[in-house]
């Protein structure tokens, strides 16, 4: 089965910031890659589909790129509800299963 | 508004047995493909399995962890999606959330409820 692993695992930063998450498969995935934001407590909420497509309501500081193995989410300009983990998932077809990445917690510098 | 409203976690012994629920609105549930997926304590996301809409089979998919143990089922007349967990381990313990599943070029997560805390302990 493909895996994805992110990097960092952890990141410090402050409001007004500028970052890049990354996501990179065990092998290629063409654009099939999702990004999810989870702030503590709560369910995770999609945020990127198909490496690029931002979901309806999410605002447009959040940016995803990539295709292939390699991937990145890129937030903007920090705000302050945007300090969460996130997640990245793709679908493998064969066997059918969906896999995440181990998420990257975003922390207030 | 799609909601999604789990119920019947709770503590459980080893080697018992468990039914989650999760109630479904704003949306045509029968149409809909739907997944279960989990969170360890302090851990990360884990996909449990899946069940596609009667109209294209209603077959399920399950992680391999739980294949074999755990069953997941629909009453598109009650708009619900059942997880029947048995012979339950101590890894079992997470958060249980129901999602619907959505395709664009592949298949992603896009509604999720709030999840319930089913613990396995002695």
Redesign the interface.
Known sequence: AIQLTQSPSSLSASVGDRVTITCRASQG??????W?Q?KPG?????LI??AS?L?SGVPSRFSGSGSGTDFTLTISSLQPEDFATY?C???NSY?????????TKLEIK | EVQLVESGGGLVKPGGSLRLSCAASGFTFSNAWM?W?RQAPGK????VG?IKSKTDGGTT?Y?APVKGRFTISRDDSKNTLYLQMNSLKTEDTAVY?CTTE?Y???????Y????TLVTVSS
Not at chain 1, 29 to 34: E, G
Not at chain 1, 97 to 102: H, R
Not at chain 2, 112 to 115: D, K, N, R, S, Y
């Open positions: 995935i063409s654009s099939a890659l999702a999810y989870q709560k369910a995770p909420k999609l589909y198909d497509s979901e997640y998932q793709q679908f066997p059918p299963m969906y896999t995440f990445g181990q998420g | 997944s997926v990360g996301l884990e996909w899946r998919d992680a959330y959505e664009s070029s592949s298949w992603v997560l896009d999720w409820g709030q999840g």
